[in-house]
């Protein structure tokens, strides 16, 4: 949760600091506390895993699972080679880092066409890194076979989804390239996962069901579909307990979400 939060509040930062004109100095700022804030966390990762002990407690399908696994990062860490990558999912971001700002339509119609996942990708050309979103998509989905692997008991259903999640071709295209497509999947997955578990929705749950699809929406301009149908049964659930909030906090992510870049432009 906190690293989906971290990642729309990031995008949505960069958006903003597009419009006013002070992309490169927020660029930096993110760029260097991201990447010193993962080294810190990696060196903390090794202090406390023993691959060993791990490996010894694993079954035959677990291993099956991290073989499939190594064989993804290995795919999100290799080169780039996507057409629309090598276009607007580089360019975008480039764009910016050499402009400051949002590419024209009159002068380029893919610059227009990008969600926040291209903008993010901002800091991996910064940091000299192109696997940065791939490799945070490939993470994300780590963590979400950790938290579904917390939610249900059965170690057989768990083993069954992952393979079933992992076996999907579509899985090679989303993890083998910039473009953001899986992690706002795994947005709208979480909203969607709360929106069916939570009897009574509370305004805190509201707040981040609602957050975490107008994320994926930015995102990917493609989820606004599934985002809307799932946020508006949301909205309809979370009405009958709270109205006055439930309106007024909706409002408000609306306008910080899709009016503030209007107004900005």
Known sequence: ??????????????????????????????????????IYNLKNLFSFFNIKDFLLTLSKMEILIILFLLILFIISISPPSMADALDYHYGIPM???????????????????????????SIAIYLGSDNFGSLIQLISILLFFLFIKKEINNKNKINFLIIFILSSPTILQLLSGPKFMLLPQLMTTTALYFFVKIKKIEVIDFIFIAVLLMGAAQFKSSFIISSSLIGFL???????????KILFYTSLLTVTFFCTYSYLE
């Open 1 to 38: 949760f906190n690293l989906l939060i971290s990642l729309i509040i990031f995008s949505q930062i960069l958006k903003i600091s597009s419009y006013v004109g002070f992309f490169k100095e927020i660029n930096f700022i993110l760029s260097y506390s991201i990447l010193l804030f993962g």
């Open 95 to 121: 764009y910016l880092l050499k402009f400051n700002q949002i590419p024209s339509l009159d002068f380029w119609l893919y610059g227009n066409v990008g969600g926040n996942g291209d903008i993010f990708n």
């Open 234 to 244: 949301t909205f309809y659930k979370a009405l009958r307990f709270n109205k006055i």
